[in-house]
């Protein structure tokens, strides 16, 4: 019981640290939110299986928010006619990847691990899109 009030003071320094970091992660990937659908207007994807599921990898790794968000943004690419193996790393990545919680990430759990993590994630994204949409040809469900 003696250490309550120092574990909790220190606990309260730990978040207000933090804080500005959180603050600008959340700032960030509302802005890249916004703006992402008039990038996907543009004509980013159609170049083919390997860069389609880069660049949805990359893109969701910027983007990252809430899955609930990924399903409506995934729904909204398939019906502007962009490849279900581009939404599939996309949407994997949004979740998965952090670019933007990478300083936050880092300051908490270590730069090494984060960026690991993140490095593992972008490739594990990319091959998870690949056998996603091969296990719905291989059954005849695309």
Known sequence: MQQTPGSLG???????????????????TSLVVTLFP????????GNGDVPDAIIGAGLG??????????????GELLGSSVSLLAVSALLISW?????????AEALLLGTRFAVTRNLVCFAAAILAAFLTVSTLQWLGLT
């Open 10 to 28: 220190k606990t309260l320094r730990t978040f207000v640290n933090v804080l500005p970091i959180v603050i600008g992660m959340l700032l960030a």
């Open 38 to 45: 008039e990038q996907i207007a543009g004509g980013i994807f």
């Open 61 to 74: 790794s910027i983007a990252a928010g809430h899955p609930a968000a990924s399903y409506v943004l995934g």
């Open 95 to 103: 979740v998965t990847v952090g670019i933007a919680q990478l300083p």
